[in-house]
Each structure stands twice: as structure tokens, then as C-alpha cells.
């Protein structure tokens, strides 16, 4: 724990943003309670909507959390690839007894106005996925006593997020669940992403900048592993999806450890980007040939997920789970946080070789 930014809390553990209504106020509050850093998924809501939660937050703890943004995305999208996708999701439509959702309900995420109300209202840290904002943006949110962040897939990309000026970076392995935070989607890529402990070594070498390291983690032992490796954090998603405060939905919740679901894999089927969930039948029957067109797939596919969910139906959700999964504690968020920070202790002093390994 080296840097300003991880002196903002004691223990190494941050909860990752969650978004579609998993890290809720009360789950990052829970966390950040703990010595950990909780983080709020702006990501798909209205800049009001990202407000209220702030106000929340800040209505249940005082120490400090995070604000996760989307990227705006460019407009590279194959309208006739688009347009094939909507024809073969025509079944579920019917199925679920929904409409498709409007491809083209917008690519920025509100971007612009979320900006503008996190500069009035300064938050501790800002993270965003899917891209690198730009210089004056860093520098507007650092004058504003904000730490920025920026997921990273690539030591490549750790270089260009380090010149653009952020304060650190989140290295997000292919065992993530969820969305890859890879900056341009690029299909010949799909299947090359790199393994969190390679990455953490590969950017540790590359930039100076901290790193939060993400992807798979779930016990203490591999929290000890990442900053050895050089992270001086792990960032974790799916540990904190399963607790008590998450706002995923329960039948998310209970399909992490359900022997049914056995297998994770990269899929573009729900959203149109490269994003890891539990492998279901939506997947398997649309995952082979989903475009790359984010987020045109992910307003395509909205109301099917909803529907889905409504109805109780796994195997239509988007039941986004990183590859540890089984290992997943249903437990409160903070007592997750004070027994990984235990686990980390333990494996430390394995590692010192007081305790002998295991
Ligand atoms: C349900 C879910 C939603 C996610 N939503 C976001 C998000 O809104 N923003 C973001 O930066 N990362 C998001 N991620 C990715 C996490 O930041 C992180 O990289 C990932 O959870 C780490 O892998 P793990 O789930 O195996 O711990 C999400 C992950 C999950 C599981």
C-alpha cells in the first residue's frame, strides 16, 4: 500500500462497480465501513439516478468510495450486422412475450452529464471502463481533489492511460466477470485476453502508476498473490456480488454456487462486447453468432433480460460471474471484507515463511 490512492484505506480490498443494480449504496457503504473501498456502478443509469446513489452513500458512511463511468463508445457498429441479430433474437421476443429493445437508444451513457455533476459534487475516486477520457477530464476531476483510475486489459493500454495523466489503474485479467474493460473492441483479439497474474506483472513493468488488480479473486491467498506481483490492490466483483448487501438479483446470487452452472465464458450474446458470465442457453444458442456492436446488442437485449428475470428464468439472464464463482461466500459485505483481510494476513506471513507453506 503505497500510493495516495490506496492510503485512502486501510485494507487492500476494493469492491468492484457493479452495474445493472448489484453495487448498491448500501453494499459500497458496507465495504468502505470495513476498510475496504466501495465502489457505485453509474454505468446505464441517468446522471440523477448516479446522484441520488452518491447522496445515499454519503447518508451511511463517511470514509471514502468510488464512482465507476462507461466510456461514450464510437459509432463502428455494423447496422446490418445489427439488424441480423434482431431477426435471430425474434423467438426469444416472443418467448419472453416482450418487444426487442431500440438498438440505437444512445452510445455515451450520459457520459458528458455525469461528468458534470461528479465535478459539482466531488467524489473520492472515479473509475471508468471501457476507454481513457480524456486529458482535461483527469485534470478537471485531480483539481477537484478526485483520484482517477482506468480499467486496463493490456500492458499497452496501462502506457496510454499513464500518459493521459490517471492516477492508477485497474488490471483487469480474462478471468473477470463481466464486461472486459479492453479500450477498443476489436473481434481478432476475442480469446487472447491475459490472465490477471501475468497482467499485474506485465503492467508492473511497463508503468509506475499503482495498479488494482482484478479478475477470479476470491480468498485472501490470491489477494497476498496479486500485490506480490506487484498490485498494490485487488479489486473484486463477483466475492461481493454473492453478499448479503449486493443488489443482484437472487437468482444471480444463487446460480454462482449452483452445481448447474459449471462453466464461465467470454460472450458477446447480451451486450455485444466481450463480457464473462455463467454459461446458460441464451449464451450457448446466441453467443456464436452475436455481433461485436456494443452497446447497440446490450439495448437490443434489455427487455429480454428483464423479462427473463422477472420470470425467474436463468437461463435467459445475463448472469455475469467471474471464473471463481463456486468459491463465492454468501456472508455480509464487511464480514467478507474483515475475513479476506484475515486470509491475506495468514497467507503474508506463509509467504514470509514464519508460518511454514502450506
Ligand atoms: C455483475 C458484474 C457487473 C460488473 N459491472 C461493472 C461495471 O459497471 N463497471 C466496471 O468497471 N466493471 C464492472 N464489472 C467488472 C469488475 O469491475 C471486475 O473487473 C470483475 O468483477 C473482477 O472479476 P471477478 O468478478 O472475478 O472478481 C462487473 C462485474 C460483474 C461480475
Known sequence: M?????????HPIVQAPMAGGVSVPRLAAAV?????????????????GMYQEIKQIRGLTNRPFGVNLFMPQPDNADPGAVEIYTHQLAGEAAWYETELGDPDSGRDDAYDSKLAVLLDNPVPVV???????????????????TFTVVTVTTAEEALAVERAGADAVIAQGVEAGGHQG???????NDGSGIGVLSLVAQVRETVTLPILAAGGIMRGGQIAAVLAAGASAAQLGTAFLA???SGANAVHKQALTNPLFVRTELTRAFSGRPARG????FMREHGPYAPAAYPQVHHLTSPLRKAAAKAGDAQGM????????RMARELP??????VLAAELDGAKTALSGKGGFR
Open 318 to 325: 445475463a448472469l455475469w460471474a467471474g471464473q471463481g464463482h
Open 2 to 10: 503505497s500510493s495516495a490512492l490506496t492510503d485512502l484505506f486501510p
Open 243 to 245: 453478499t448479503a448487501e
Open 127 to 145: 473509475s471508468f471502463h471501457f476507454g481513457i477520457p480524456s486529458r482535461d477530464v483527469l485534470d478537471s476531476l485531480r483539481r477537484a481533489g
Open 182 to 188: 479492453t479500450h477498443r473492441d476489436i473481434p481478432e
Open 278 to 281: 455463467l454459461v446458460n442457453r
Open 32 to 48: 468502505s465501513e470495513a476498510g475496504g473501498l466501495g465502489f457505485l456502478a453509474a454505468g446505464y443509469k441517468t446522471a440523477d
Open 333 to 338: 459485505a464487511g464480514q467478507l471484507v474483515e
